[in-house]
Structures are given as structure tokens and as C-alpha cells.
């Protein structure tokens, strides 16, 4: 069952949903492979949910009212990454050809301090992805939860990203952020930029919820709307790996470690959040 496929398609998209993981095999929309499933720990998945969090977690542990928590490193990466709802193994609660809802129940130990349940219903219908996630504190004690979806893009030569955000984070060692700054001029995501050629792992803050992908030697474009996602992680490791992120996330990375949680949202036991996330494909080519 974890490698399990469940075919997803409405008559413009195609694609599948793997029960380890929970996520999406590479996703066609008009016969273009847009976004591509990727290899690693995770699998072959074009996008994952972030549950019960997103990034990563400095020093695997946090504090809260003078307890500390730990956790157990969950991948190749050092510190504890994406919660662990990207390395579960989710059950089928419904399932129909267009719409797929998904069940994940942890229980506490073995690394993490948090107990919770998840669902999520991934769906498609004409050109529109829509990606609805929950979460559920089921331990004994408030915790900082936060949710956010893990998708790649197809990188071309002229593919362009727009969003409407206000701040920039800077990166330091292990891939965790560290002041926030102006945007970079390489990054001027309000009027729309071609990804530069570097290294790009950087969190940008005071988003709209609404993004916009021109790949325009393929005529193609997409637009994310993301309302309650104020942060986005843009993931770009070069040119040569044929592959970006734009990762919508309602808190920031490290959030356990930033001011107020950074926007992780402290859920007391049995309190729930929810998000959802819509992809609209269009063929600009076609007017």
C-alpha cells in the first residue's frame, strides 16, 4: 500500500496520489508534464503537505512555558524538516475519479512531541488543482501547528514568477533564515521575474496569497491563491535540476524559534486548522 497509485484526472489534468506521503505524482495539464515528480526520501512526488509544520526546527528541539521539546532527525537533513505527514503512510477515506480524501493519524513518540490527526482532500476539476488540508492536535497539550503545501514547478529558460510580497529573508547555515531584508533586485517578485542563475532557498513574508507562473515558451500559466498562507519558501537549486518551489505556508520557517511562533498557531488538544490551496492552469496560447 505505501507505493500504492491512485489515478486523478478531470479532461485537463492528470495525475496521482500516493499514499506514502499523500502527495501527487507529476501533474500533466494539456499533455505537458508541468510539475514534475522529484526522487528522494519522500518518493516521486510533484507536491507533499507540510503537517503539522513546515521547515525545518533549530537545535531538533523548541521551548515553551519552560518545557523543552525534542525531536529525532526525519531525513538526510540534520535537523527535524516538514513535520512528518510527507513520510506517513495515509488511508483512503473516499475516493472518487476527480476527488481523493486522505486520513493520518500520529501518535506521540518516536521523534516528535506532537500527537495529531490530518485529512486532506486533493481534487481536480477542468484546470483547477485544489489541494484542502486539516489538522488536529489530538495530544494532551497546546502546541505551535501550521500547515503548507510543498509543490514543484517545471523550470524553463524564460519561466517567470509574480507575487505581490514585502519582505525577504536571508538564509544562514542549515538552511535556516536569518534577517529579513528588501527584496533583492534579482527578486523582484511584484513585477515578475526570471529565476535567476544561484542557489535560491528563501522565505518571503507579507504575500498576498495570490501567485502567478508564466512559463511563455510553453504558452502556459498558472495562478495559486493560497488565502491564509502569508509566507512563501521560493526553492530554486539551479538550472540544472529542472525544477522549482513556491511553497505556501502560514507561518515561517523556524517559527518555533521566531517571535510569537512565527505564525504557528498554538492548537489546544482536540482544536483543529485548516487550509486550502487551488492551482488554476491556463493555455495563454489560446487567448
Not at 512526488?45 to 533549530?58: A, I, K, M, Y
Not at 505527514?85 to 480524501?101: A, F, P, S, Y
Not at 537549486?237 to 525544477?243: D, H, M, V
Amino acid at each position: 500500500m505505501t507505493t500504492a497509485l491512485l489515478r486523478l484526472a478531470s479532461d485537463r489534468i492528470e495525475t496521482s496520489v500516493l499514499l506514502r506521503g499523500g502527495g501527487l505524482g507529476a501533474v500533466w495539464f494539456d499533455g505537458l508534464e508541468i510539475m514534475p515528480a522529484v526522487g528522494g526520501v519522500k518518493g516521486d512526488l510533484s507536491c507533499f503537505p507540510l503537517v503539522p509544520f513546515g521547515n525545518r526546527v533549530e537545535f531538533n528541539q523548541f521551548e515553551r512555558l519552560g518545557k523543552t521539546y525534542r525531536f529525532t532527525p526525519n531525513s538526510s537533513d540534520p535537523l527535524y524538516l516538514h513535520g512528518d505527514g510527507w513520510l506517513g503512510t495515509w488511508e483512503v477515506r473516499e475516493m472518487e475519479g476527480d476527488r481523493i480524501t486522505l486520513s493520518l493519524r500520529r501518535p506521540p513518540g518516536d521523534g516528535t512531541p506532537y500527537a495529531y490527526s490530518a485529512e486532506q482532500t486533493l481534487s481536480v476539476s477542468g484546470a483547477r488543482l485544489s489541494l484542502s488540508l486539516s489538522v488536529q492536535n489530538e495530544g494532551d497539550e497546546a502546541l505551535p501547528f501550521g500547515l503548507g503545501q510543498h509543490p514543484f514547478f517545471l523550470r524553463t529558460p524564460q519561466v517567470r514568477v509574480e507575487a505581490q510580497v514585502s519582505g525577504y529573508w536571508t538564509e544562514r547555515a542549515e538552511h535556516l533564515p536569518d534577517a529579513r531584508t528588501a527584496l533583492p533586485h534579482d527578486l523582484d517578485l511584484p513585477a515578475g521575474t526570471v529565476l535567476p542563475d544561484r542557489f535560491i532557498n528563501n522565505a518571503f513574508d507579507g504575500w498576498d496569497g495570490v501567485g502567478r507562473i508564466l512559463w511563455s515558451e510553453l504558452g502556459v500559466s498558472a495562478i495559486m491563491t493560497a488565502p491564509n498562507h502569508p509566507v512563501a519558501m521560493f526553492y530554486a537549486p539551479g538550472a540544472e535540476a529542472g525544477f522549482f518551489c513556491w511553497e505556501p505556508m502560514t507561518h515561517l520557517p523556524n517559527g518555533h524559534h521566531q517571535p510569537e511562533f512565527g505564525g504557528l498557531r498554538l492548537l489546544e488538544p482536540g482544536e483543529a486548522m485548516r487550509s486550502t490551496v487551488t492551482i488554476d492552469f491556463r493555455r495563454d496560447d489560446l487567448g
